[in-house]
């Protein structure tokens, strides 16, 4: 069973910050490049953020690019997203995935799988 667990979202105001964790078994850590994805009612999920397994690659989409910064602490088995300047097209529900590649052109997410998300509402 995948544990990936995500948590921080809440309501803020835009230009704002929120900052995403999350908690990960080692079974669903370890080795694995991690990403976050975010989703709105309607629409496909869409990758925001990805980093490989020791940090020395990150990618982020562009819309989020300059204000979104992803990590991760391979001891805690932690990833996190701090996410500062929000605009509230940054609402949605934020997943981070693990098992997918990362690499300088994106996130490849075939074999990914999801934790159930934390909401992130982005008030104007």
């Known amino acids: 069973q995948v544990q990936l667990m995500e948590s921080g979202g809440g309501l803020v105001q835009a230009g704002g910050g929120l900052r995403l964790s999350c908690q990960a078994s080692q079974a669903d850590f370890d080795g694995y490049h991690m990403a976050w994805f975010r989703q709105t009612p309607g629409k496909e999920r869409e990758v925001v953020s990805c980093?490989?397994?020791?940090?020395?690659?990150?990618w982020y989409s562009g819309s989020v690019k300059g204000r979104f910064t992803i990590s991760r602490d391979n001891d805690k088995k932690t990833l996190f997203l701090q996410m500062n300047s929000l605009k509230p097209e940054d609402t949605a529900m934020y997943y981070c995935?693990?098992?997918?590649?990362?690499?300088?052109?994106?996130?490849?997410?075939?074999?990914?799988?999801w934790g159930q998300g934390t909401q992130v509402t982005v008030s104007s």
């Open positions: 995935a693990r098992g997918g590649v990362c690499g300088s052109a994106g996130y490849d997410a075939s074999r990914s799988v």
């Open positions: 980093i490989n397994w020791i940090s020395t690659i990150t």
